[in-house]
DNA sequence: TTATTTTTGGTTGTTTATGATTGAAAATTG
DNA sequence: CAATTTTCAATCATAAACAACCAAAAATAA
């Protein structure tokens, strides 16, 4: 294993678990502990990680190239079966939007070869759509630097030049009475509009985002399917009424 | 194999893997350990790749120069000056549009700090514009896999919305009764209505675009202002007639 | 054709990365 | 607190990867 694919390693285990043990790494990248203790000293002197006694740990002021990987993979495996589950819904045929967030990005390589169009505002998806030789509609807009997304009035009006068989979008809140939430009101504009273009919404989101709450409100609970991970029964009896759950089982 | 060949192939498993053995090269090139070595140490010189111990890894401004491999540096000297020339053109407050392509790209550091909102149907572009921190809207469109523009429909419907106060174009052929050409229809129907949405319009051209026509006709020779570089004084007095073309010097 | 340059693949000794070992330092336990 | 375990940095031998060199082959020029 080549030393920059270590560290990718390194960094991409400690994104989705904030710390890691030496041992784990040891199995992670099948080097020994000498390597890994090696790997650790450099990333750390790169501010790409904190050591500490028996491993390392995220250091918190995150460099851009740590706050991707981060993001992209806390939760990854939850993430990847609740994408594998929304593509199991795509039939061929379909007119699909892709929002924006790292697990709808998870559903783009089982999408391959299926006679499917997909919109989306989401750049960073583009290099896996084109990867994955699925035809592909950009929407318009104001692209926002921080996320490479697109938003804004001009992100409505082309949006709303579509129509589409399924959406399938990220959330940040899940609430009995808020409904489904997202920190940014640009975002959330474009969310809740490709939902009323669709004849099916799904909102793809893992346990940690049920009761939770953010700033703009994007749908009702009754407009949306939303499709998670393992969730306390007590959720679901709370929710029933207002919306539709299907639960990923492992 | 031939070189060029040889370090089109590079590239191109680089850009599927991330990090690549030499002993993976040897294989899918069916050459040498010494020449694919050869071949890494020129890459990293020409700052295609990063050399490690073992292999190579991409270097980490990746997206960019990829699809751009190829024609990246074809007078480059020359495309910087006019890319240069461009933007004295642009003032503070301009709405302006840019094109796909690679001259249009260099013009982006320049625009850094102006008071400027950009336009484009390039994706390439979007990298350097948040970097450089520059208002950017994108049209939307189909994605076209290939070189990353969006075309179509739906990206002329788009483009349609917005009015300019410059254009900035890349140009494939200029030709006294042909006017302005490019080889792919989609693109030069985004052209074609980029110009007649503006103010004025430049094409960013270097000298080995006059005389050449391509398949598909953008506008005719007076819909445009021409910026390129030294050219022979006969082949002005041809044109002058036509269109105005403005030198950059040395 | 022959002469010359460039490119290639193998060989050399040298450098680098790795994994094991060690005693020191830190954490954990009683 | 001391005893014990774990983790650590430093060192070392080894195996892998390296640059430099050379001769053969290929491409180019004369």
Redesign the pocket.
Known sequence: ???PE?HRKIIEVLGEKSVV???ELVEAT????????????QLQKEKKLK?????ASLTHQKSEELSLFEKSDRNAVEKQRIAQYACDLVENGDCIYLDAGTTTLKMIPHLKDREITVVTNAISHLDALSEHEIKTYLIGGLVKSKTKALVGSSAIKSLSSYRFDKVFLGMNGIHMEAGFTTPDPEEAAVKSLAISLSQKAFILADHTKFHETSFSKVADLSEAIIITNEIDDDVIYDFQDKTEIRVVTP
Do not use: K, P
């Open positions: 294993m080549l030393t270590r043990t030496i041992q099948a080097s020994s502990e000498s390597t890994i203790r090696r790997d650790l000293s050591r500490v006694h028996g491993g």
